[in-house]
């Protein structure tokens, strides 16, 4: 069974850093891509960042480019995300959902039950 | 950015009447490959979301056959045959053929 286990999130300040992590498990990690989505408190599903099942590619969406980094540890099974300079409006649930082709991505085939990343001061 | 709509924002159904979702794109998610990339999502209330039919029309592990999804180019429709109470959630469409993936605002389902 695929599951996919985010942690990481809680209060930070505007301006803060967050790592989330995803650990994975029920599957080949090494073998399929991630993604990162987020959900603002009542709000619909943004994309946020994916990155290939060799972790040498990576893609974000254009809001968190250059603050945001994905990265991998597939001796771990885990994804990541660190997030930096933190605004106010990406308070949200980020999930973690895993690629349902080894190749190419943008089928999220599993989600994570998300994990609450709150800004405020 | 490919931008996708969801015009009807809530629907409320009869438990064993029909529904159909529609979803349309700002350019076509036909790939050269031949690949149409579409994707439908449901998230029910506290839930994560969870995927009911990608490409188009293929349905996905576990989903019952009374949801189907149709549709070409920029235009796109999920069916449910004949709604169940369970079957309440908010229902988003998404596109992967081109970066950044999009989703529509999302369907409210409710139940008369």
């Known amino acids: 069974e695929v599951q996919l286990v985010e942690s990481g999130g809680g209060l930070v300040q505007p301006g803060g850093s967050l790592r989330l992590s995803c650990a994975a498990s029920g599957f080949n990690f090494s073998n399929y891509g991630m993604s990162w989505v987020r959900q603002a408190p009542g709000k619909g599903l943004e994309w946020v960042s994916a990155?290939?099942?060799?972790?040498?590619?990576?893609y974000y969406a254009d809001s968190v480019k250059a603050r945001f980094t994905i990265s991998r540890d597939s001796s771990k099974s885990t994804l990541y995300l660190q997030m930096k300079s933190l605004r106010v409006g990406e308070t949200a649930i980020y999930y973690c959902?895993?690629?349902?082709?080894?190749?190419?991505?943008?089928?999220?085939?599993?989600w994570g039950q998300g994990t609450l990343v709150t800004v405020s001061s | 950015d490919i931008v996708m709509t969801q015009n009807t924002l809530s629907l409320s159904v009869t438990p064993g009447q029909p529904a159909s979702i529609s979803c349309k794109s700002s350019q076509s998610l036909l790939l050269s490959d031949g690949k149409t990339y579409l994707y439908w999502f449901v998230q029910k209330s506290g839930q994560s979301p969870r995927l009911l039919i990608y490409e188009v029309s293929n349905r996905f592990s576990g989903v019952p056959d009374r949801f189907s999804g149709g549709g070409s180019g920029t235009d796109f429709t999920l069916k449910i045959s004949r709604v169940e109470a369970e079957d309440v959630g908010v229902y988003y469409c998404?596109?992967?053929?081109?970066?950044?993936?999009?989703f529509g605002p999302g369907t409210k389902v409710e139940i008369q």
């Open positions: 959902a895993k690629e349902g082709a080894v190749v190419g991505i943008g089928y999220l085939q599993y």
């Open positions: 990155i290939s099942r060799s972790g040498n590619k990576t």
């Open positions: 998404m596109q992967s053929k081109e970066l950044p993936f999009t």
